[in-house]
Nanobody, 123 residues
Framework: QVQLVESGGGLVQAGGSLRLSCAASGRTISSAAMGWFRQAPGKEREFVGRIGGSDGNTLYEHSVRGRFTISRDNAKNTVYLQMNNLKPEDTAVYYC????????????????WGRGTQVTVSS
């Protein structure tokens, strides 16, 4: 079992930055595929980005590409989502997810989820 806890959300003005953290416990996530998703009110949960386990390759949803960066610190068993140049449309609850096997962009690929952290971007 993997437990995930997100932190770092908050209220920021458009153009600002936030760094979200996803701390894992229960087992090491150094070889796990880690995903970030978000869900705005009234909308379905959507893929934001992922980082591979063994290869560390990253993939981003097109609207965040060039603004968001995912990284991992295996010593801290933590994954990060650095968000720059935030826009009001980035407002959502952001979730961290993990898979101990390969996982892509689909919610159903990830069996382990955190409870989310709210990000609000004001215009």
């Amino acid at each position: 079992q993997v437990q995930l806890v997100e932190s770092g959300g908050g209220l920021v003005q458009a153009g600002g930055s936030l760094r979200l953290s996803c701390a894992a416990s229960g087992r090491t996530i150094s070889s796990a595929a880690m995903g970030w998703f978000r869900q705005a009110p009234g909308k379905e949960r959507e893929f934001v980005g992922r980082i591979g386990g063994s290869d560390g390759n990253t993939l981003y949803e097109h609207s965040v590409r060039g603004r968001f960066t995912i990284s991992r610190d295996n010593a801290k068993n933590t994954v990060y989502l650095q968000m720059n140049n935030l826009k009001p449309e980035d407002t959502a609850v952001y979730y961290c997810a993990a898979s101990l096997s390969w996982a892509g962009t689909l919610v159903r690929n990830y069996p382990y989820w955190g409870r989310g952290t709210q990000v609000t971007v004001s215009s």
